[in-house]
């Protein structure tokens, strides 16, 4: 049972770049989330989704897309590299809202992303 | 492994002690919280959780208690041990729709043998 996986595992890009982060679940879970963690600091959510064709924006959006054309997948963009961007990202799933949930979200292992 | 959180508060006990990690939380509203433990290089495991119409959840060496007077929660874990080092958070739904979760910066426990 795989869970949640990230893709890739580590990326260096230069400013101004672009890339796209893969997380892929294979719970069957209707939602699904983007975190960046940076030192010091907890999780913040970037974007989610409550099911398929659906996107949010969390706590720090700007200068993210995210698509869920697929149920399992989730992809969050980066248009144009930013330094401030480097960070550590994590993508979770859960079945539904955490609160009505016995199983709250589930962790992918996260993506560690450099940016110069 | 990658190096998480390096400035957050270090709370270093002796093996077989118990250990309380402490949380404020932000938003009276917040009707669920939960605590969250993460090694080096991996993501989050979900440890226990609580309902804010509860003060008390106990699991398998662990124990959150919730104050909703000061908005404080803690998580106890009993009979410390090496493997319990790692960085605990605290999370609330305090999101507007309250479909996602905000976390709060961390505590180190550190696990002396």
């Known amino acids: 049972n795989a869970g949640v996986t990230q893709t890739p595992k580590f990326r260096v890009l230069k400013t101004g770049q672009s890339m796209t982060l893969l997380c892929a679940q294979d719970m069957n879970h209707e939602y699904m989330y983007w975190y960046r963690q940076d030192p010091g600091m907890g999780l913040r959510l970037i974007h989610y989704?409550?099911?398929?064709?659906?996107?949010a924006k969390g706590e720090v959006p700007d200068g993210y897309n995210v698509s869920r054309l697929k149920k399992q997948n989730f992809l969050l963009g980066l248009e144009s590299a930013a330094p401030s961007q480097t960070s550590v990202y994590f993508c979770?799933?859960?079945?539904?809202?955490?609160?009505?949930?016995?199983?709250?979200?589930?962790f992918g292992d996260g993506t560690r992303l450099s940016i110069l | 492994g990658e190096s998480v959180g390096l400035h957050l508060p270090t709370l270093s006990v002796q093996e077989g002690d118990n250990s309380i990690i402490n949380c404020a939380y932000s938003n009276s509203a917040s009707d669920y919280f939960i605590w969250y433990k993460q090694e080096s290089g991996k993501g989050p495991q979900f440890i226990i959780d609580i309902r804010s119409n509860m003060d008390k959840r106990q699991g398998q060496r662990v124990t959150v208690l919730l104050n909703k007077t000061v908005k404080h929660l803690s998580l106890q874990i009993a009979a410390t041990q090496p493997g319990d080092s790692a960085v605990y958070f605290c999370a609330e739904n305090r999101l507007k729709g309250r479909r996602a979760l905000t976390f709060g910066s961390g505590t180190r426990l550190q696990v002396q043998p």
């Open positions: 989704s409550v099911g398929e064709g659906t996107t």
């Open positions: 979770a799933s859960s079945i539904q809202e955490p609160q009505f949930s016995n199983q709250p979200q589930h």
